[in-house]
């Protein structure tokens, strides 16, 4: 089974940019379908961004035009570009994955996870 492991998180002021890794080891990551999803105090997570085995994108509409997903399969890594940061981007991001042949932006649907990694936005 595939492990993962996310890196890139950090504090930044509204309007900056921040680049999200996740290193997946133990399989590879066009087998499956790929997500990150978010988490902020109080919430419950929500999914950010989805790409499939063919590389297709899907967002949340809160993040549309400011998130772009991607995966470099050569080097079995996931990313998430996250630029013009707003305050209400603050939460705990992970990036998950899972077999089959869709790609919901519905956390339950995902059956392995990164740790997780803070992203705080100030105004």
């Known amino acids: 089974q595939v492990q993962l492991v996310e890196s890139g998180g950090g504090s930044v002021q509204a309007g900056g940019s921040l680049r999200l890794s996740c290193a997946a080891s133990g399989d590879t990551v066009s087998r499956y379908q790929m997500g990150w999803f978010r988490q902020a105090p109080g919430r419950e997570r929500e999914g950010v961004a989805i790409?499939?085995?063919?590389?297709?994108?899907s967002y949340v509409d809160s993040v549309k035009g400011r998130f772009t997903i991607s995966k470099d399969n050569a080097e079995n890594t996931l990313y998430l570009q996250m630029n013009s940061l707003k305050p209400e981007d603050t939460a705990m991001y992970y990036c998950?994955?899972?077999?089959?042949?869709?790609?919901?932006?519905?956390?339950?649907?995902?059956?392995?996870w990164g740790q997780g990694i803070q992203v705080t936005v100030s105004s």
């Open positions: 790409i499939n085995k063919v590389g297709s994108t």
């Open positions: 998950a994955a899972k077999p089959g042949n869709t790609a919901p932006l519905r956390s339950n649907a995902y059956n392995y």
